[in-house]
């Protein structure tokens, strides 16, 4: 069985695989690889670029995944990497792009002249390529173990850069969900099981807008679980959403290793590259990295920075909350729970550390000075984590932004705490908000900055805490606890 390490990693290198094994031949027909069949990596041919070489596909996706890493999830930084892409040769294998879809060249021009990130992309029924689909993985990826609303609003927003009708990014959300269930090792006919399922229910109903649910049937043949017994004849290879993600499941089904799903992918014709990736970001998922022939990895252009932006990303993903009572908001970039300083100095010393060890670099104490708790007071922290920091020649922030215990704080104090958060991530720092019991307050600044950074709304915030929390010593805890403090989260507006 892969480790969840093994999955993260096997589908980011199973999509640029599969995308660099389609794209020499795309657009070629059916008909033309049945007779001369893609068996190994190629090169040249129809884009006359050498083997190993990705397309867009894999450079949208490397763009979203360098973002995150750097940022934490922000669509203002993910659109400037785009269009660095685009318009300097960012992230692209000979430094040079080719074969830009319509509907994202679009999309980034609009955004270069200033549009806002989530109305750039196309709103018509023929915006629907697959140009959102083929880059979500690391959304799906960062997200799979996020609230659902959470889920669907990071996922949505992700779609709406460069393609927002309903129906690609509700194909963007199946996928995810997809995705989600395929890291916990379920097959693919399990896993779109699952979630029909999820989506069949009256609470999903509710979390997914009108407009994606009016889209539920147009994916009826994929939530039926019909696509899966399709003859190959039946299954569309072009470069419509819909018939690319019925495609890419229907490949991995249908096959018992990582080869021959992205092989018959590719092989499929018409948009090789990119129901090959879509297809190797699944089957990478399903079977793990070391499923995927060494020798497909080790022909990719610039193997070597490919290495370093996925291992890096794993390990964010992976990165386990450093104590009991922690959770990560965003994996790897904004964590939060209890006071970090015990009543034991060598404790103290192992928890502080730990918070070092797991990439902080700023920090948010919510405490007052000299704040009390059964009639001692907390003993300060500030200047041993920056000494330590110091030790391992790192440096951290820590900013005071007090708050009464059981309290709430003025709209404008909130707003510069939500500012120094976003001004941290930008600088690419993680990091830790918290209160003396990573409850209240705690809850109450983490809910009104989800609402705030777009991921969900006031009333779907609460329960997002909760599933956070899930896994904490004292999830049983309410956050945020109090009355108004809850009132503050629902009622949260920016303006």
């Excluded at 640029?16 to 090169?43: C, K, N, Q, T």
């Excluded at 060249?105 to 083929?134: Q, W």
């Excluded at 100095?345 to 000075?369: F, H, P, Q, W, Y």
Aim: with cysteine; aromatic share 8%.
């Amino acid at each position: 069985m892969p480790t969840l390490s093994s999955r993260i990693e096997g589908a980011l290198w199973g999509l640029i695989v599969g995308d660099a094994l389609g794209v020499p031949v795309e657009f070629r027909s059916r008909s033309e690889l049945e007779e001369d069949p893609v068996e190994d990596m190629r090169g040249w041919e129809v884009h006359d670029q050498p083997m190993g070489t990705w397309s867009d596909d894999s450079s949208l996706t490397l763009c979203t995944v360098d973002s995150i890493l750097r940022t934490g999830w922000n669509l203002g930084d993910m659109v400037k990497r785009f269009c660095q892409w685009l318009y300097e040769g960012y992230l692209t294998p000979q430094g040079k792009v080719f074969d830009v879809g319509g509907t994202t060249k679009l999309a980034l021009a609009r955004l270069r002249m200033g549009v806002p990130a989530v109305e750039a992309g196309g709103r018509a029924e023929t915006d629907n390529g697959n140009g959102s689909l083929m880059r979500i993985l690391p959304a799906a990826l960062y997200f799979a173990e996020a609230p659902l609303p959470l889920l669907v609003r990071a996922v949505s927003d992700a779609s709406s850069l460069t393609h927002a009708h309903p129906r690609s990014k509700l194909a963007c959300i199946l996928y995810s969900l997809c995705i989600g269930e395929v890291l916990k090792g379920r097959s693919i006919p399990q896993a779109v099981k699952t979630v029909a399922e999820t989506l069949s229910s009256p609470s999903t109903r509710r979390i997914l807008s009108p407009a994606l649910s009016g889209e539920l049937p147009t994916f009826s043949r994929l939530l039926t679980g019909a696509v899966l017994g399709c003859a190959r004849d039946d299954i569309s290879s072009g470069g419509y959403v819909v018939d690319t993600l019925e495609a890419s499941l229907w490949c991995v089904a249908t096959s018992d290793s990582f080869s021959e799903a992205v092989l018959k992918a590719v092989n499929l014709g018409k948009d090789t590259d990119t129901t090959g990736a879509v297809a190797g970001g699944l089957a990478g998922a399903y079977w793990g990295v070391e499923s995927i022939p060494s020798r497909w990895i080790e022909a990719l252009a610039r193997r070597e920075e490919l290495s370093c932006l996925i291992g890096s990303f794993s390990r964010l993903l992976t990165q386990p909350a450093p104590f009991p009572d922690s959770y990560w908001v965003l994996p790897g970039k904004v964590l939060a729970g209890e006071y970090p300083r015990t009543k034991e100095e060598d404790a103290s010393r192992a928890k502080l550390s730990s918070l070092l060890e797991c990439g902080i670099t700023a920090m948010v104490d919510l405490t007052e000075e000299n704040e009390r708790h059964g009639g001692i007071p907390l003993k300060p922290y500030h200047r041993w984590i920056e000494e330590l920091a110091a030790e391992r020649g790192k440096e951290v922030r820590v900013r005071r932004f007090p708050i009464p215990d059981g309290g709430t704080a003025e709209k404008s104090s909130m707003q510069e705490i939500h500012r120094f958060i976003d001004t941290s991530l930008q600088q690419g720092d993680s990091v830790y908000i918290h209160c003396w019991g990573g409850h209240g307050r705690t809850g109450l600044v983490v809910g009104t900055w989800l609402v705030h950074a777009g991921l969900v709304s006031g009333a779907e915030a609460i329960e997002a805490i909760r599933f956070l929390r899930r896994n904490m010593e004292d999830a049983y805890y309410p956050s945020p606890e109090t009355g108004e403090q809850i009132q503050m989260v629902t009622q949260w507006r920016d303006i």
